[in-house]
């Protein structure tokens, strides 16, 4: 396992600058001009000096190399000098956006926050809603829970959060008035009143966002759970004696984790994606919000990073669910 | 032949009932049979004659809805086993009676080593701590013939052949010391060679623990070289019902005489087909009105289209579910 996980790892080496280099050449192919948003008084010779000073005037080998070196080389080091007070990185140029002229992992590490706060939790809402339902409709297949819980899923696959979101701001903090329609970045948790006030915060967009994931993955476990309760092994258990609570939540349930782990472990990167339109909706300035801003003002450097440490995530991500597959059926052997 | 005057297990006037969305199936039709502490019984019969559900339907493993089981006595110590609670009746299930199915293939869980799929029967009828389960599971495992039981403990269940996971399965089903031993086909799945080393394991274990055993077989062969007493089922009935010997040389029932026909003889001249019995067998959709063998008996008579045969006594130990061994009809007959 140990020998496979490492070769897994060094495999994912090529497989991440082939992704780098394909958002590299898509980027730069796609329209769009960092001095778009500068003022028209501004002349067009001062423009391109502007472009010039960004780099924007060397070919792109030249720029895609650099960024190589500043994320693989650059950034790494900066981060060990902050740790631990050495000087690597002196003098050395980070990934600088286009838009805030300030070092796109420091905008990304501002952001990062809310959005694990809130699809984050989300993600954790909506795989411990999902979870249960999966079981108890498996279980009681066509019961009213199970019609009620196909129901639900149906909802949460068809209707869009720009949809649910703003119904759900029209209803709680519109009609009734119970909870605040935007999110306040800035509010800090000090102690048990402005904890409640975060959790109030965070409970539209974090029911928006989970219903979505309830919905896939309860969809998941109601059918990994139907195949095995079929399965010669769970009669063998009832004629072991064993009482149904033994029979589906360890024997059925372990058995029917396998595919659905997958899964989970698949949508885990998304989170770090963000929401990017329920982020808007409620005004979260996660990193949905980031990337959606440096795209429409053609921060390349921003878009890019982002993008490629979701890549980044994606691949690592297959490799943990490969990973947790073996852990969890023995059967699975990768040496 | 072991003492019948007190039988273990006592099956009276079964019946069970399946819920379709093309209509009721009788899958098991008025089933009486009753069995003796230490005896060996077979059940013979063709797929679909409702072996199988006979004795799922005893503890109550078959899925409800659809089964129902509608009618009868099941008496195991003093006990009627269709109506206890689900508690007491898992009591019985593993712990009093054990159960051995058709494919080992598919009948132990995957995800679980061996080791703890032997020991959560022990712990939970008997008690027993994590250690005593354990060195109990190594003994059973040494009992049933696995050599290196301690170290296969630890193994999952696709590090096992076929023939050494139905051990595995005998294991388990052992492993509370049952009274009775339902083994539903445990043969069915494996070559001819692992059959003959499970057959042999499981007299010699029997004989060892002075268990009562049913063998559900559509092997005749198997019946006779392990069984004391045999019924035969069809259309979700006993037909017949004897001694071992006494069925192979004195079948009662027309289907007992056609399924001993289509046994393939080694010695003699070589036939150029196999025997069958021509037909299908009926479809349960109704609580029988006739003879459920008639369309495919070459022996029958008019009356057998007008009633369902009782089991008539043919000698002591030995009845047969056809007007042929009815007196009666004999004389009115002839």
Same mark, same amino acid.
């Given at each position: 396992?140990?020998?496979?996980?490492?070769?897994?790892?060094?495999?994912?080496?090529?497989?991440?600058?082939?992704?780098?280099?394909?958002?590299?050449?898509?980027?730069?192919?796609?329209?769009?001009?960092?001095?778009?948003?500068?003022?028209?008084?501004?002349?067009?010779?001062?423009?391109?000096?502007?472009?010039?000073?960004?780099?924007?005037?060397?070919?792109?080998?030249?720029?895609?190399?650099?960024?190589?070196?500043?994320?693989?080389?650059?950034?790494?080091?900066?981060?060990?000098?902050?740790?631990?007070?050495?000087?690597?990185?002196?003098?050395?140029?980070?990934?600088?956006?286009?838009?805030?002229?300030?070092?796109?992992?420091?905008?990304?590490?501002?952001?990062?926050?809310?959005?694990?706060?809130?699809?984050?939790?989300?993600?954790?809402?909506?795989?411990?809603?999902?979870?249960?339902?999966?079981?108890?409709?498996?279980?009681?297949?066509?019961?009213?829970?199970?019609?009620?819980?196909?129901?639900?899923?149906?909802?949460?696959?068809?209707?869009?959060?720009?949809? @649910?979101?703003?119904?759900?701001?029209?209803?709680? @903090?519109?009609?009734?008035?119970?909870?605040?329609?935007?999110?306040?970045?800035?509010?800090?948790?000090?102690?048990?009143?402005?904890?409640?006030?975060?959790?109030?915060?965070?409970?539209?967009?974090?029911?928006?966002?989970?219903?979505?994931?309830?919905?896939?993955?309860?969809?998941?476990?109601?059918?990994?759970?139907?195949?095995?309760?079929?399965?010669?092994?769970?009669?063998?258990?009832?004629?072991?004696?064993?009482?149904?609570?033994?029979?589906?939540?360890?024997?059925?349930?372990?058995?029917?984790?396998?595919?659905?782990?997958?899964?989970?472990?698949?949508?885990?990167?998304?989170?770090?994606?963000?929401?990017?339109?329920?982020?808007?909706?409620?005004?979260?300035?996660?990193?949905?919000?980031?990337?959606?801003?440096?795209?429409?003002?053609?921060?390349?450097?921003?878009?890019?990073?982002?993008?490629?440490?979701?890549?980044?995530?994606?691949?690592?991500?297959?490799?943990?669910?490969?990973?947790?597959?073996?852990?969890?059926?023995?059967?699975?052997?990768?040496? | 032949?072991?003492?019948?005057?007190?039988?273990?297990?006592?099956?009276?006037?079964?019946?069970?009932?399946?819920?379709?969305?093309?209509?009721?199936?009788?899958?098991?039709?008025?089933?009486?049979?009753?069995?003796?502490?230490?005896?060996?019984?077979?059940?013979?019969?063709?797929?679909?004659?409702?072996?199988?559900?006979?004795?799922?339907?005893?503890?109550?493993?078959?899925?409800?809805?659809?089964?129902?089981?509608?009618?009868?006595?099941?008496?195991?110590?003093?006990?009627?086993?269709?109506?206890?609670?689900?508690?007491?009746?898992?009591?019985?299930?593993?712990?009093?009676?054990?159960?051995?199915?058709?494919?080992?293939?598919?009948?132990?869980?995957?995800?679980?080593?061996?080791?703890?799929?032997?020991?959560?029967?022990?712990?939970?009828?008997?008690?027993?701590?994590?250690?005593?389960?354990?060195?109990?599971?190594?003994?059973?495992?040494?009992?049933?013939?696995?050599?290196?039981?301690?170290?296969?403990?630890?193994?999952?269940?696709?590090?096992?052949?076929?023939?050494?996971?139905?051990?595995?399965?005998?294991?388990?089903?052992?492993?509370?010391?049952?009274?009775?031993?339902?083994?539903?086909?445990?043969?069915?799945?494996?070559?001819?060679?692992?059959?003959?080393?499970?057959?042999?394991?499981?007299?010699?274990?029997?004989?060892?623990?002075?268990?009562?055993?049913?063998?559900?077989?559509?092997?005749?062969?198997?019946?006779?070289?392990?069984?004391?007493?045999?019924?035969?089922?069809?259309?979700?009935?006993?037909?017949?019902?004897?001694?071992?010997?006494?069925?192979?040389?004195?079948?009662?029932?027309?289907?007992?005489?056609?399924?001993?026909?289509?046994?393939?003889?080694?010695?003699?001249?070589?036939?150029?087909?196999?025997?069958?019995?021509?037909?299908?067998?009926?479809?349960?959709?109704?609580?029988?009105?006739?003879?459920?063998?008639?369309?495919?008996?070459?022996?029958?008579?008019?009356?057998?289209?007008?009633?369902?045969?009782?089991?008539?006594?043919?000698?002591?130990?030995?009845?047969?579910?056809?007007?042929?061994?009815?007196?009666?009809?004999?004389?009115?007959?002839?």
């Amino acid at each position: 396992m140990l020998t496979y996980t490492f070769r897994r790892l060094l495999l994912s080496i090529p497989t991440l600058l082939f992704i780098a280099f394909v958002i590299f050449m898509l980027l730069e192919l796609a329209p769009g001009d960092p001095m778009g948003q500068m003022p028209l008084t501004i002349p067009d010779e001062v423009k391109q000096r502007m472009r010039e000073a960004l780099g924007l005037g060397e070919p792109w080998y030249i720029r895609f190399g650099l960024w190589l070196y500043q994320f693989f080389v650059v950034e790494p080091q900066y981060w060990i000098d902050s740790a631990f007070g050495t000087n690597f990185a002196d003098g050395k140029q980070r990934i600088i956006s286009f838009q805030s002229r300030s070092p796109v992992f420091d905008t990304i590490a501002q952001r990062l926050p809310q959005t694990l706060w809130v699809v984050g939790m989300s993600y954790v809402v909506g795989v411990a809603i999902a979870l249960p339902i999966g079981i108890i409709s498996a279980y009681r297949q066509y019961s009213v829970f199970d019609q009620a819980g196909t129901f639900i899923s149906m909802i949460g696959f068809s209707v869009p959060p720009f949809f @649910s979101g703003v119904l759900v701001i029209v209803i709680f @903090s519109v009609q009734l008035g119970w909870l605040p329609s935007i999110y306040d970045t800035t509010h800090q948790v000090v102690d048990w009143e402005t904890f409640k006030f975060q959790l109030r915060q965070m409970i539209m967009p974090v029911m928006v966002l989970a219903l979505q994931t309830t919905a896939q993955v309860s969809r998941y476990m109601r059918a990994s759970m139907l195949d095995n309760l079929g399965q010669d092994y769970v009669r063998t258990a009832r004629a072991k004696g064993m009482s149904e609570s033994v029979v589906v939540l360890k024997h059925v349930v372990r058995n029917s984790m396998i595919p659905v782990v997958t899964v989970i472990a698949l949508g885990l990167p998304a989170i770090f994606g963000g929401a990017i339109i329920t982020e808007q909706i409620f005004k979260v300035n996660g990193l949905g919000q980031l990337l959606i801003l440096a795209l429409q003002g053609a921060d390349i450097p921003m878009v890019m990073t982002i993008t490629f440490l979701l890549a980044v995530l994606i691949v690592l991500m297959n490799l943990i669910a490969d990973v947790l597959y073996g852990v969890l059926d023995p059967r699975i052997r990768y040496d | 032949m072991p003492d019948r005057a007190q039988p273990i297990l006592d099956v009276q006037g079964l019946k069970t009932v399946f819920q379709t969305r093309g209509g009721e199936v009788h899958a098991v039709n008025n089933v009486s049979f009753d069995l003796a502490p230490g005896e060996l019984l077979g059940v013979v019969g063709e797929s679909g004659s409702g072996k199988s559900v006979t004795m799922m339907s005893l503890l109550g493993l078959l899925p409800s809805p659809p089964a129902d089981v509608r009618d009868g006595t099941v008496m195991f110590q003093g006990r009627d086993l269709l109506k206890l609670d689900l508690r007491e009746l898992r009591r019985v299930r593993g712990g009093e009676v054990g159960f051995v199915f058709q494919d080992p293939m598919t009948s132990l869980n995957p995800v679980f080593n061996v080791g703890m799929q032997i020991m959560e029967p022990l712990r939970k009828h008997m008690g027993m701590s994590k250690k005593a389960a354990a060195a109990r599971a190594q003994e059973l495992l040494e009992l049933v013939g696995i050599p290196d039981a301690k170290q296969r403990l630890l193994d999952y269940p696709h590090q096992f052949s076929g023939g050494m996971r139905q051990r595995v399965m005998i294991a388990i089903a052992l492993a509370c010391d049952p009274k009775v031993l339902i083994a539903d086909e445990p043969t069915t799945a494996l070559d001819v060679t692992i059959q003959a080393q499970i057959l042999e394991l499981m007299k010699d274990l029997r004989d060892k623990l002075g268990m009562a055993v049913i063998w559900i077989t559509h092997d005749l062969g198997v019946i006779a070289g392990i069984a004391d007493r045999v019924i035969v089922m069809y259309g979700g009935q006993v037909v017949e019902h004897a001694p071992v010997r006494e069925l192979f040389a004195n079948p009662a029932h027309p289907y007992t005489r056609a399924l001993l026909k289509t046994i393939p003889k080694i010695h003699g001249a070589r036939e150029k087909r196999l025997t069958i019995i021509e037909g299908q067998p009926p479809i349960l959709n109704a609580h029988p009105t006739a003879c459920p063998f008639l369309d495919r008996c070459d022996v029958a008579m008019p009356v057998c289209a007008r009633k369902n045969p009782q089991r008539f006594e043919v000698n002591a130990h030995h009845d047969a579910a056809c007007f042929h061994a009815d007196p009666l009809e004999v004389a009115h007959a002839g």
